[in-house]
């Protein structure tokens, strides 16, 4: 009760935004081996769809675009040019 009156929101809601918030900090810095499921089966996420759809709506984007955009995901390719991945690049 004093966490609902403190902040306004539901525990359940408080604890699945930092749930959210710590999966984002890992897509930020993932290595180019990381799926995102492993990352979102890390922090009790189970269902992709729900985690896509919840995700999406706190950071305005998908989980795929923020793997994306992670500093970690230069690839060297077999003609020597190091560039970013695209997500067709992982599956």
Not at 27 to 54: C, Q, W
Not at 65 to 74: A, E, G
Request: glycine content about 4%.
């Amino acid at each position: 009760m004093r966490l609902m009156r403190s902040t306004a929101y539901h525990p359940s809601a408080t604890i699945k935004a930092q749930r959210l918030f710590s999966a984002n900090s890992d897509l930020h810095t993932a290595e180019p081996s990381v799926r995102i499921s492993d990352i979102a089966n890390h922090y009790g996420f189970l269902d992709m769809s729900y985690f896509a759809k919840d995700y999406r709506e706190m950071f305005g984007e998908l989980p795929s675009d923020t793997l994306d955009k992670s500093s970690n995901r230069d690839a060297t390719y077999s003609d020597g040019v190091i560039r970013k991945r695209g997500r067709r690049d992982f599956f």
